[in-house]
């Protein structure tokens, strides 16, 4: 009796080992398989979001590009009725760029009227980003209607959410 009981036992722990080396294998195909999805991009749930230019009703973002030559450009309408004078730009990112155009600040914006901004040397490598994901980046932009004094400057901040063309 003694005998058919460790008999019995053997077969069970048998069995267990078997299943627990048919679930190791199955974890471990299913672990690769999501690392080889993760390093191609496909679970990179930025790379599905739609590219945007978020900015207020006061100033709208029209277009803008991202591209590969360290050069961003931003198409901003002014929809104020009056004209403004725009005092700065700055990306929030610490996103180190050189404003070419305009060149000079304070630029004045007339009211309706599209204005590009183009920025050059941009080191996209400092913001998060790949090159299968999207890019994020803050911009703010500061400004002051033209005649009034400086103390009563507006600041407006946008999302742009892209990928490097």
């Known amino acids: 009796m003694i ?18 080396t048919l679930y190791g294998w199955v974890f471990l195909v299913v ?16 790379s599905y979001y739609e590219a945007t230019c978020d900015f207020n009703d006061d100033i709208v973002c029209d277009d803008f590009t991202f ?8 198409y901003l309408q002014n929809e104020l009725p009056i004209d403004i004078n725009v005092i700065s730009y700055k990306f929030y990112d610490d996103l180190p760029c050189v404003i070419v155009d305009p ?27 790949s090159a299968v994901s999207k890019f994020h980046v803050k911009f703010n932009l500061t400004y ?6 400086n103390a009563y400057t507006h600041n407006i901040t ?5 990928q490097i063309e």
């Open 3 to 20: 005998k058919i009981i460790l008999m019995f036992n053997s077969k069970l722990g048998q069995s267990s080992f078997e299943t627990i």
């Open 31 to 46: 672990t690769l398989i999501l690392a080889v999805f993760y390093n191609s991009g496909y679970l990179n749930i930025n």
């Open 67 to 74: 591209r590969s030559n360290d050069e961003i450009r931003v």
């Open 103 to 129: 060149a000079v600040l304070p630029a004045v914006f007339e009211s309706f009227k599209s204005y590009y901004l183009t920025f050059n040397n941009c080191d996209f490598s400092s913001i998060d980003g």
């Open 144 to 149: 002051h209607a033209v005649g009034s004094s």
């Open 158 to 162: 946008a999302d742009i959410f892209t």
